[in-house]
């Protein structure tokens, strides 16, 4: 179920904050469920996903530890708990808003066509993966029912082609003769993935300093000012997808220090900038 993986979730958290409602109640709880949620759900698509999988998975140096290719969990007992996550995420969802059990839905579909397909054709792998990161954000607006701004969501989409360019790129150099096992790096160049996450992290920067000026002011711009360690954290992720090592993006958010202290700083600034406005 890739427990590691589940940070990626926190992503239902930025519309809230974004709106500086989060610690407002109801809001704070209902985009707790909007986590466990995801949680849950995205849980559910790695088992399934392992399912799928399971015969390329058992001729891959590192996949064939996985529980259900090494043997260790049953094709059945997988697909029965993926059905059980699923369900219960969806009808958490639904209870706090129809809006989000529609949007739990849509991912777990578009989820399920990923594994099936998507994830070996070019560009649409891509286009997927983002979406489903963008979904993650968009879910916290909805579970709280809050309006979100198109820059907001400018931000969300082209940070998240951003990271799996950058995933893309970094699996591409590291697995080497191993990229026959997903077909679709078969069909990029590093030329071309550069190519992508260049122009996502532009697009990302550019989307979140218009972001930044359209908010509300009364005092110090916090927001505006937020800008400077939000183009840091880009540039030092870029370090990272350019040394190839961005093939796991929770072990870059886990464990690189110099990021997690510019975060710190960024998350410090558009609270206050929330809270002055």
């Known amino acids: 179920m890739r427990p590691r993986q589940w940070t990626k979730n926190l992503l239902v958290v930025a519309a809230p904050l974004a709106a500086g409602q989060l610690f407002h109640a109801p809001v704070w709880w209902q985009t707790a469920v909007a986590f ?12 399934v996903n392992d399912v799928v999988d399971v015969e390329s998975d058992r001729a891959h140096p ?19 708990a993926a059905v059980v996550l699923g369900l219960g995420a969806v009808t958490a969802g639904t209870a706090v808003s129809w809006n989000l059990g ?27 993966v983002s979406v489903g990161f963008l979904m993650r954000a968009v879910a916290g607006g909805l579970a709280a029912g809050l309006p979100l701004s198109g820059f907001f969501l400018m931000v969300a989409g082209f940070g998240s082609l951003f990271m799996v360019a950058g995933k893309r790129y970094s699996e591409l150099h590291t697995l080497g003769s191993e990229a026959g096992t997903r077909r679709s790096l078969i069909r990029y160049t590093d030329t071309y993935l550069r190519f992508v996450w260049g122009i996502a992290a532009t697009s990302t920067a550019l989307s979140y ?19 400077v360690p939000f183009v ?11 040394a190839g090592q961005a093939a796991e993006p929770e072990d870059i958010i886990l464990g690189d ?21």
């Open 232 to 242: 840091l954290g880009l540039l030092r992720y870029a370090v990272d997808i350019d």
């Open 102 to 128: 529609l949007l739990l839905v849509a991912y777990a579909v578009l989820q399920a066509g990923y594994s099936l397909w998507l994830k070996h054709e070019p560009v649409f792998d891509l286009a997927v």
């Open 62 to 80: 590192r996949k064939r530890l996985r529980p259900i290719a090494a043997g260790e969990l049953s094709v059945r007992s997988g697909l029965v």
């Open 257 to 277: 220090r110099g990021l997690q202290a510019i975060g710190v700083a960024w998350i410090l600034l558009v609270s206050l900038g929330v809270l002055g406005g």
């Open 209 to 227: 300093c218009l972001w930044a000026f359209e908010q509300p002011t009364s005092g110090v711009p916090w927001q505006s000012i937020s800008i």
């Open 36 to 47: 466990l949620a995801f949680c849950a759900l995205s849980g559910a698509v790695y088992l």
